[in-house]
């Protein structure tokens, strides 16, 4: 049939009515008939009322170009293409491209609707005789096949059925490109690009763990590559489009590389993802920049000069504003030992705050509240107190907690929520987070500190216990703080904090001396659920009252000094230990040192 189109084009014959109808086969070759509608309007051409003068429509709707349907007078051999076309499609697919209700509907699509892909009906079409198609059925005539012999070549290579069988008395031929568009396959599009994905998260990853990047600047990796994954699927089909236009010889502009679609290559996908993660690149280091300028919002405190490294923090109690009575004080000890992980944040410790309220002539055991928190912070020149509140809000709780310097100033805040009573430690973990990112802690220092559930217990029952069991010890009653300590490691078993703190109390006061080395030994056993402070200790007492090996002692005191040097605890306890050596001037500026920092402190082992 297009052999026989090919044939009328080149002696000037238009047929404008190519149908099912006008297409007869005869000793197995098809045969065009019925040229009336060509005749019809070769004999009014030039009449002063010609049939397209008159803008009329010639032809069946569903077959119709798009110039005919609009009643164009210059209509010429390119609407037979068209309307071969659309007959192809109907063969392919068992409808033609446009369907209506009335004529006047399909013609209206013929004119203004893209035709869907002929592949969308039929997957197994071979991809050049999709495009062969397609082309023929472009909107704008010179963009379908110039003429009819052009589809010849093509149209004879894709001979074998979609099944496999070559038809009879035929030989199979080699498609004109069997591999075209396989590098624009979803499948392989997606495969490419998962490995690609993992490669790049792993370079964020590791920039935001060495560079100590917020994590934030990870997850919009994430978010850029679940973007760029459609736009690369997109890209992929568009490509081997292209890439089947080229096979097939278009020499007009293809569906794929006109409008919009023309920027989706290749080139501007990878282009275009180097463009995004670069700037996602610049924003991160913008951050950082004003983060350790003190620029902004994101300024900390040290940069922008309202605290030092080290500078002294009062904590005050929680505001519990919640039916269970002990979670104030429990909230107050989790902040405590969450930021006394820091190597930038120093904590006034129970002791340093009793020496201060005795200062102040009042009783050391009184509940340090934010008024209170001010007014020692006032009296001793420390920079600021850290205020917190826990509230409950339904089944669960809005905890916060702020940083207020002495004059009043809220220099940062932060909020956390818990849903349960089983994620109050998650929450304290968040608030301890945030303040040591705000006051200046390098990001990687504190990605180093474990978790709060991983250093103490993931039971909120053990906590309470052991909170109280510290407020027995504080109050002079070591029996009682025992009690409660043995409790809170029946709760939680691996609880080493708690172990570590028997151990202490039995050996500072010479009872028990066997339990003393059983939760000695368990602290050390356990010694990787503690925070690295709380390890140290736990390995120096473990070499000082079990193994008496006072070289091992000595070297966990030093290397724990090594990253806490204000650790009064470890100062006093490493001159002691240089006491027993006889090693007098080592244990004097040891013990001067200590002092200095906390007056209150005892030669005694903790």
Same mark, same amino acid.
């Given at each position: ?104 509907? %399909? ?233 006394? &992980? ?48 826990? %509230? ?75 909170? &109280? ?138």
């Amino acid at each position: 049939m297009t052999d026989a189109l090919s044939f009328a084009h080149r002696h000037g014959v238009v047929h404008r009515d190519i149908k099912p109808d006008n297409i007869l086969l005869s000793d197995g070759h098809a045969v065009v008939t019925d040229f009336g509608v060509s005749k019809a309007v070769s004999e009014s051409t030039g009449g002063a009322s010609s049939l397209t003068s008159l803008g009329v429509a010639l032809g069946t709707p569903a077959y119709m170009a798009p110039e005919q349907a609009a009643a164009d007078p210059h209509v010429d051999h390119r609407a037979d293409i068209y309307a071969l076309g659309a007959m192809a499609y109907e063969m392919l697919t068992g409808q033609p491209p446009f369907t209506g209700a009335t004529p006047q509907a %399909v013609l209206a699509s013929q004119v203004t609707e893209p035709p869907a892909p002929v592949d969308r009906y039929r997957a197994t079409i071979p991809v050049s005789l999709a495009s062969v198609v397609m082309r023929c059925l472009e909107k704008r005539p010179a963009d379908r096949w110039q003429a009819a012999n052009e589809m010849l070549p093509l149209l004879e290579t894709a001979g074998t059925p979609s099944g496999g069988m070559t038809p009879t008395g035929t030989a199979p031929y080699q498609s004109v490109a069997p591999d075209v568009g396989r590098h624009g396959h979803p499948v392989r599009v997606a495969l490419l690009f998962a490995l690609a994905a993992v490669g790049v998260l792993a370079l964020v990853y590791g920039a935001v763990m060495q560079f100590g990047l917020p994590l934030w600047v990870f997850w919009g990796g994430i978010g850029l590559l679940a973007i760029g994954f459609p736009i690369m699927l997109v890209t992929g089909h568009h490509e081997r489009r292209r890439a089947v236009a080229a096979a097939a010889g278009m020499t007009t502009p293809s569906h794929a590389s006109v409008g919009v679609r023309r920027w989706f290559t290749w080139r501007m996908a990878v282009l275009g993802g180097v463009l995004a993660f670069a700037g996602l690149g610049v924003v991160a280091a913008g951050y950082s920049l004003m983060r350790v300028m003190g620029i902004g919002p994101v300024g900390t405190l040290m940069a922008s000069g309202a605290l030092d490294a080290k500078d002294p923090i009062i904590i005050a109690e929680f505001e519990n504003r919640t039916a269970d009575s002990t979670l104030g004080r429990t909230a107050t000890e989790l902040l405590r030992i969450g930021l006394t &992980q820091s190597q930038v944040v120093t904590v006034l410790q129970p002791t340093q705050v009793e020496a201060v309220l005795k200062r102040m002539q009042r009783d050391p055991a009184t509940e340090v509240d934010p008024p209170l928190a001010r007014e020692m912070a006032e009296r001793e020149g420390i920079k600021a107190y850290i205020a917190g509140e826990i %509230v409950s809000v339904g089944n669960g709780f809005a905890l916060s907690a702020s940083l207020t310097s002495s004059t009043g100033d809220v220099l940062v805040a932060r909020q956390a929520n818990a849903a349960s009573a089983d994620e109050i430690v998650d929450a304290i973990d968040a608030l301890s987070t945030g303040l040591r990112e705000r006051i200046g802690e390098s990001l990687r220092t504190i990605r180093r500190s474990g978790p709060l559930d991983k250093v103490t217990t993931g039971s909120l029952q053990a906590l309470r216990l052991y909170t &109280q069991a510290l407020k027995a010890e504080n109050d002079g009653d070591p029996a009682r703080a025992v009690d409660l300590l043995e409790e809170a490691v029946l709760v939680d078993t691996a609880f080493a904090m708690a172990y570590r703190k028997i151990g202490v109390i039995l050996g500072n006061n010479f009872e028990d001396r066997a339990r003393m080395i059983e939760t000695t030994t368990l602290a050390y056993e356990y010694r990787d659920r503690l925070s690295d402070l709380e390890r140290f200790h736990a390995v120096a007492m473990y070499h000082t009252r079990v193994t008496n090996d006072r070289d091992e002692t000595m070297a966990a005191y030093r290397t724990l000094l090594d990253r806490y040097p204000d650790d009064v605890t470890a100062l006093n306890n490493l001159g002691v230990t240089y006491s027993q050596l006889r090693e007098d001037d080592r244990a004097l500026e040891l013990y001067q040192r200590a002092l200095a920092i906390d007056p209150a402190i005892g030669t005694f082992h903790s």
